[in-house]
């Protein structure tokens, strides 16, 4: 699944793409993809120009005039391509937003798991999903003493811990064995165990991982790839994620994977020890 740096990449990419144009029609292919009413969906936003594209955690915010948002959820596998009226769809296009530029916003999802919502601006706050999340690990309020507060009140495993989107918003499988691996805490380690020294240097850990990730538009592990069908290449600078069996780049002991919390984890036995 898309993690931050991902979505944050398709964010830009869609903004240099259709910020700015007006949609003159809108097809829905697959209408359990849309979760608001359909036929709202499609006349609400026919005739309103995109204004931007916004983001919180994972999911992107489409803004239109007349202050409408389509609350996007890329999971598995959705892809946001441009690509002119005159092309053939290809496969697995189930949502199209035709531009006044002659081009076609095409919402691409082979596992067909991705979901949109239309709301008034303002209201995707309002709904369950987002409701909960954490803050942005770039966020003001994403400080060192929020941090330690919300592990420190959770028993479950570190890893675990970091991947509930409600204490901070973005983290998913490969970043938490990163930032673990860089902060040398093992995966398994009670959150409420890891010392405020550790969780100071894992919240820079954080935000300098995700950083260099968007930077480097992201990781492709899979099928990953931006709005400019570009994939990322911070697959080429991970440390421990999907190398189990190599060396540790830090100390050459033999990297490890292990289910934490049903999710496969790499670590090294040597640098991260349980506390």
Known sequence: MPELPEVETVRRGLIKLVQGRTVKKVTVLYPKMIESDLTEFVTQLTGKKILTVDRR????????S???TVVSHLRMEGKYFVQPQTQPLEKHIHVVFDLDDGQQLRYNDSRKFGRMRLVQTGQENDL???QKLGPEPFAPE????????????????????LLDQTIVTGLGNI???EVLWMTKIHPETPANHVTRSEITALRQNIIAELQRAITAGGTTIRSYTDAFRNMGE????LNVYGNDGHPCPRCGTIIEKIKVGQR????CPQCQKVE
């Open 57 to 64: 955690g994972k999911y992107l915010l489409l803004r239109f």
């Open 66 to 68: 007349g202050d409408l």
């Open 128 to 130: 369950k999903s987002l």
């Open 142 to 161: 994403f400080t060192v003493d929020y941090f330690a507060q919300a592990l420190h009140r959770r028993k479950k495993a570190i890893k675990t811990a």
């Open 175 to 177: 970043y938490v064995d």
């Open 234 to 237: 911070f697959q080429f600078a």
């Open 264 to 267: 496969g984890t790499h670590f």
